[in-house]
């Protein structure tokens, strides 16, 4: 590490640290917004406060979970933002009630994990080091093939059909530039550097494009309810599954941050700071559901900046937190920004989703691999990329069952969940106590 974990960093050092953190995150941020009101045909101006809305309560979420008051936040340098896992039943509940059924059925789940986090010490053989690498290797692996659509696509109309992987090629080629001179000052800033080869590159080429203009005015303003609230019940029993396992998916996230920082991650203070963790996932949930947003979990995106970067310090988090309030708040920065070309945003998520895989297969082996350990693995990496793989055969399943083995995430989690708790000598495997 340059900057551990309470290390105070120099100002432009810290700023140019939270730039590349935000970079990492935000695309990831908004394209759950972007997914849900491009199949669910929302208007412009109401996918445009969706973006804005998604990426307040990724500042809110970042700011707390970094800050720790209290009970409240891990204390690590963990960042928040909309969860994928939620994209199924947020689709039935959209098509079914709109917004304010998908905003209704977030708030009345949202309080799941808040529930479950003072209970983690007796669910702690749930929760081992070898469960929590399991579902981060699957985050990664789940993630690659988004990176790789974002490599493959044309940079702009009538480009080769070679030019993504090229400009990707220089993005990376930067990155492993910066890190290879071995000076503090270009690993931290690698990640930016790389960015910025691939918009040099797409310019020099004229794949450049400037962003469309927006609908919206200056400035964007969280609302109370913009859509109002609904409930039904057939889908409080898929959303607080997906809320669980989103609470597996953020132990494991701040597990392999833990990690990376240098602190034990067994005992009474890891066991506090994933329940702070937790709660602030729980409470920025309900946050994002009442001012018309998604539901929120801590990202496993920034583990691969810190491996980077080095940077582990939490003190960046108020300057991402801003950077996030500044691109929700004044839509006419954040366009910009959510421009980037698609090649230049794959080459940098392949590395950095790549590297979070890597801080899975880390905390696998921190477990110790044996013949049960090694037979969980490969159970729950088989169940996790075998069974979304067969869309067809998943619609023939009756709705949870659908639900659940459509996330590699949850159906791989799941897995390793039971395996770890039903077959023998799991016991040596607590992590939170």
């Given at each position: 590490m340059v900057y551990g974990l309470e290390d105070k960093l120099p100002l432009g050092t810290a700023l140019l640290v939270s730039l590349q953190q935000v970079s990492a995150m935000v695309v990831g941020v908004i394209t759950p917004a972007l997914l849900l009101a491009n199949i669910l045909?929302?208007?412009?101006?109401d996918t445009a406060y969706l973006v804005s809305m998604a990426l307040f309560a990724a500042a809110i979420g970042t700011f707390f979970q970094t800050s720790r008051f209290g009970i409240l936040g891990s204390g690590l340098l963990s960042v928040t933002g909309t969860s994928f896992a939620f994209i199924q039943p947020l689709i039935q509940a959209g098509q079914t009630g709109g917004l304010a059924l998908m905003f209704g059925m977030s708030l009345v789940a949202a309080p799941v994990p808040l529930l479950l986090a003072p209970f983690l010490p007796r669910l702690r053989h749930l929760f081992?080091?070898?469960?929590?690498?399991?579902?981060?290797?699957?985050?990664?692996?789940?993630?690659?093939?988004?990176?790789?659509?974002?490599?493959?696509?044309?940079?702009a109309p009538g480009a080769p059909a070679w030019a993504?992987?090229?400009?990707?090629?220089?993005?990376i080629a930067a990155v492993l530039l910066a890190q290879a001179i071995g000076r503090p000052w270009t690993r931290l800033a690698g990640i930016l550097f790389g960015v910025a080869a691939g918009y040099l590159a797409c310019g020099l080429a004229g794949w450049l494009q400037a962003p469309p203009p927006s609908e919206q005015?200056?400035?964007?303003?969280?609302?109370?309810?913009?859509?109002?609230?609904a409930f039904r019940w057939e889908y409080a029993l898929p959303f607080g599954f997906i809320y669980l396992v989103s609470l597996l998916e953020a132990m494991g996230d701040m597990t392999a941050t833990a990690q990376l920082s240098g602190l034990k991650t067994r005992g009474p203070e890891h066991g506090a700071r994933m329940r702070g963790g937790i709660f602030v996932d729980s409470l920025t949930s309900i946050v994002a559901a009442?001012?018309?947003s998604f539901p929120s979990t801590t990202y496993a995106q920034n583990n691969g900046v810190i491996q980077i970067t080095g940077v582990a310090s939490r003190h960046i988090g108020k300057w991402m937190a801003a950077i996030l309030a500044l691109l929700a708040l004044f839509p006419v920065v954040g366009r910009w920004v959510t421009a980037m070309p698609p090649a230049v945003l794959g080459g940098m998520a392949l590395l950095l989703f790549g590297l979070v895989s890597v801080a899975g297969l880390r905390l696998i082996f921190s477990a110790g691999l044996p013949h049960r350990n090694a037979l969980i693995v490969a159970l729950a990496l088989g169940i996790g990329l075998g069974a979304p793989s067969q869309p067809q055969w998943l619609?023939?399943?009756?709705?949870?069952?659908?639900?659940?083995l459509a996330s590699g995430i949850s159906a791989g989690g799941v897995t390793a969940l039971l395996l770890n708790l039903l077959l023998p000598g799991g016991r040596t495997n607590e992590s939170v106590e």
């Open positions: 045909k929302f208007p412009a101006p081992s080091p070898l469960v929590s690498g399991i579902v981060v290797l699957l985050i990664g692996l789940s993630i690659i093939p988004e990176a790789m659509r974002g490599i493959v696509a044309l940079p993504g992987a090229l400009i990707a090629a220089v993005v005015g200056w400035i964007t303003l969280p609302r109370l309810l913009p859509h109002g609230l009442l001012i018309g619609e023939t399943l009756p709705a949870v069952l659908r639900t659940l």
